[in-house]
């Protein structure tokens, strides 16, 4: 158990909607990261949020947005959702926000669009 | 930008044989390495990292990897291949000012008898 926790661990909605993943760091980490996992494109940084903070964005669609919250805990909502949006997202965190620091992975949401 | 290289989508060994996982890496600066494990429906565990110091990195359930900037490598190896040790591996990279983890396409172990 990594202390990263992640709801729902598994999504089935249809295209054009929204849905929202929800993580919680490990108590005392402020980096939380997002990152997508599918078979066509392997695993993917999202994004990255340091103490409320937008810190680094990666691949990530504009249908895409997150946030993090003053209790330090992200939510990342998907919406206008396409079949190819399919895929196991994961969040991490970390104590800091630079690099080399250990980041931690929830056991991922998997979200199947039909 | 950084980018990771791993060799071998698959990989199969016999119990007990030696383990070696492939990776090199692509960073125009000190890059940090790490390898993850995903066991079957579940998330990624690190396995180990290299920062600065030793390049020889001991992580858990005896598997070791070695930084060789000249070769820019960190291949993963165990001793001796177990039945637990079936799953896929993935290397990874981050750098000092961007923290976010650059992964490898992974690489699945599978573990004969």
């Known amino acids: 158990d990594s202390g990263v926790t992640q709801t729902p661990k598994h999504l089935i909605t249809a295209t054009g909607q929204r849905v929202t993943l929800r993580c919680s760091p490990r108590?005392?980490?402020?980096?939380v990261y997002w990152y997508q996992q599918s078979l066509d494109q392997g695993l993917q940084f999202l994004i990255q949020?340091?103490?409320?903070?937008?810190?680094a964005k990666g691949n990530i669609l504009e249908r895409f947005s997150a946030q993090q919250f003053p209790d330090l805990h992200s939510e990342l909502n998907l919406s206008s959702l396409e079949l190819g949006d399919s895929a196991l997202y994961f969040c991490?965190?970390?104590?800091?926000?630079?690099?080399?620091?250990?980041?931690?992975f929830g056991p991922g949401t998997r979200l199947l669009v039909l | 930008a950084q980018s990771v290289t791993q060799l071998g989508s698959h990989v199969s060994v016999s119990e007990g044989a030696l383990v070696l996982l492939r990776c090199n890496y692509s960073?125009?600066?000190?890059?940090?390495l790490f390898w993850y494990v995903q066991y079957p429906n579940q998330g990624l565990q690190l396995l180990l990292k290299?920062?600065?110091?030793?390049?020889l990195v001991k992580g858990i359930n005896g598997f070791e990897a070695e930084f060789k900037k000249s070769e820019t490598s960190f291949h993963l190896t165990k001793p001796s291949a177990h039945m637990s040790d079936a799953a896929e591996y993935f290397c990874?990279?981050?750098?000092?000012?961007?923290?976010?983890?650059?992964f490898g396409t992974g690489t699945r172990l599978q573990v004969t008898l």
């Open positions: 960073s125009s600066v000190p890059p940090y």
């Open positions: 108590s005392g980490d402020l980096s």
């Open positions: 290299y920062t600065t110091g030793a390049t």
């Open positions: 990874a990279v981050s750098t000092g000012t961007a923290s976010k983890l650059t």
């Open positions: 949020y340091y103490n409320g903070e937008e810190r």
């Open positions: 991490a965190s970390s104590v800091e926000r630079e690099g080399g620091e250990t980041q931690y």
